[in-house]
């Protein structure tokens, strides 16, 4: 299984991002999918989370309200919609196949203030 990030960038504060993590190899359909975060210097952290059937998502409380989880599973994508981005945000976020040990490389999501 490979995971593929993109979507990255420097956007100012308050702007959106919206990040993308396609898959190839394996069964996409039957994993649940998470994305985490890591920050310089910071232990990489959750960020959120949706089952393999996209029916459900849970979010770290930092995001709660600003970011949205989705999938398609006929395009083996995983979506992180980032909304109302703050200079906190900033970190490489990466995508994880869940129960699994694949991860993607991660792409840079800086806020400026």
């Known amino acids: 299984v490979q995971l593929v990030e993109s979507g990255g960038g420097l956007v100012p504060a308050g702007e959106s991002l919206r990040l993308s993590c396609a898959a190839s190899g394996g069964t996409f359909s039957s994993y649940a999918m998470m994305w985490y975060r890591q920050a310089p210097g910071k232990t990489r952290d959750f960020v959120g989370l949706i089952t393999a059937s996209g029916g459900g998502t849970t979010y770290a409380g930092s995001v709660k309200g600003r970011f949205t989880i989705s999938r398609d599973n006929a395009k083996q994508t995983v979506y992180l919609q980032m909304n109302s981005l703050k200079p906190?945000?900033?970190?490489?976020?990466?995508?994880?196949?869940?129960?699994?040990?694949?991860?993607?490389?991660?792409?840079?999501?800086?806020?400026?203030?």
């Open 88 to 113: 906190e945000d900033t970190a490489v976020y990466y995508c994880h196949m869940g129960g699994t040990s694949y991860w993607g490389q991660g792409t840079q999501v800086t806020i400026s203030s």
